[in-house]
């Protein structure tokens, strides 16, 4: 699909409560709604929500988590963690969740510029999510870990200046 014109990735604001609230997701067990995690990133200050905006419309979500929270997953104090990425249930099948994840290094590049890597864990049976970080440049780094509702994998992009 072509680059999406227009897509801008941006911390969340608790002026933004009023979209974040006609945000709509699909019930999986891969996702968490936006407000959860507005919510819980509030009080948090190693934890960013980000809106995936086209125009005024707010397309998708995620957390971008820093701190030594991450060095549960990997070994680089200088990684970000990428968490509760998802796309608002009316704008799925339309490009959106690859397009942000493609403006994710640039974005990190220039809100956090000491970052060198991004991970995320995926579910073991999350297959089209897998395939779709991968297309996206992510790789598997053939470790897992158990969490409550199973086993996930833990994906990295190492970030360079060409990500920018």
Known sequence: MDEIVGLKLREATVGDILIIEDYTIEETPYT???????TE???ESEKHPIL???GD????????QTGDA????VSNPHAILLKA???DKRYLKQGYGKASIEKL???????FPSITEIILLIDHDNISGQMMYIKSGFKDTKNKVKELNGYKFIYS????????
């Open 85 to 87: 990425h998802s796309v």
């Open 32 to 38: 968490v709604k936006p407000m959860d995690g507005m």
């Open 105 to 111: 290094p640039s974005f990190v590049n220039e809100h």
């Open 70 to 73: 991450i060095l549960n997953y």
């Open 52 to 54: 995936v905006l086209d």
């Open 157 to 164: 992009k190492k970030l360079t200046n060409e990500n920018s």
């Open 57 to 64: 419309k707010m397309v998708g979500f995620f957390i971008l």
């Open 41 to 43: 990133s509030l009080h």
